[in-house]
T-cell receptor, first 106, second 115 residues
């Protein structure tokens, strides 16, 4: 079954670099998407692509079946849920992981 | 301002009482979809629509209906809600099928409790 896997929780301390890992079993998927979701707000796209990329403090690594979101100099305000998704090129739909809750200790 | 809006944002109802959650986008997007978010299960697609009068089932369509009579609106209908439909619902839209070149924009979510 086509699935996207990511850890349910990641904990970090302020100022550190946090890595959230994601991998998938979707045979015809090449693009990763990382979304940030604060409760009560709309999920929003942070970074995407089929190669390593960076948007501000957010870095995305890329392998064919895995990607990591790296958050530099993490802050308490970064505590949220981070979703990994891949684009299934057969259906044109995004398949989402279960979301990773980031906990940040001061 | 480009946005996806949903109403209501919060809803408490009882089993069997039909309800509709509205979704509207002002970006002239062709593609719209509904997701539900449940703890440990992430975002799962309920229904999607490629364009007006074109809708299709997502991964978890049971118990839901949708319609797409106009481009901007994509209401989610629960004909006979049940407690297992208690969830957080997101509407989303994109210019065409979401992917590298057409980002999916999400609404703020509707939290539904079915008693």
């Amino acid at each position: 079954k086509d699935q996207v896997f990511q850890p349910s929780t990641v904990a970090s301390s302020e100022g550190a670099v946090v890595e959230i890992f994601c991998n998938h079993s979707v045979s015809n998927a090449y693009n990763f998407f990382w979304y940030l979701h604060f409760p009560g707000c709309a999920p929003r796209l942070l970074v995407k692509g089929s190669k390593p990329s960076q948007q501000g403090r957010y870095n995305m690594t890329y392998e064919r079946f895995s990607s990591s979101l790296l958050i530099l100099q993490v802050r308490e305000a970064d505590a949220a849920v981070y979703y990994c998704a891949v684009e299934d090129c057969n259906t044109g739909k995004l398949i989402f992981g279960q979301g990773t809750t980031l906990q940040v200790k001061p | 301002e480009a946005q996806v809006t949903q109403n209501p944002r919060y809803l408490i109802t009882v089993t069997g009482k039909k309800l509709t959650v509205t979704c509207s986008q002002n970006m002239n997007h062709e593609y719209m979809s509904w997701y539900r978010q449940d703890p440990g299960l992430g975002l799962r697609q309920i229904y999607y629509s490629m364009n007006v009068e074109v809708t299709d089932k997502g991964d978890v369509p049971e118990g839901y209906k949708v319609s797409r009579k106009e481009k901007r609106n994509f209401p989610l209908i629960l004909e006979s809600p049940s407690p297992n439909q208690t969830s957080l619902y997101f509407c989303a839209s994109s210019a065409s099928s979401p992917g590298l070149y057409d980002i999916e924009y999400f609404g703020p979510g509707t939290r539904l409790l079915v008693l």
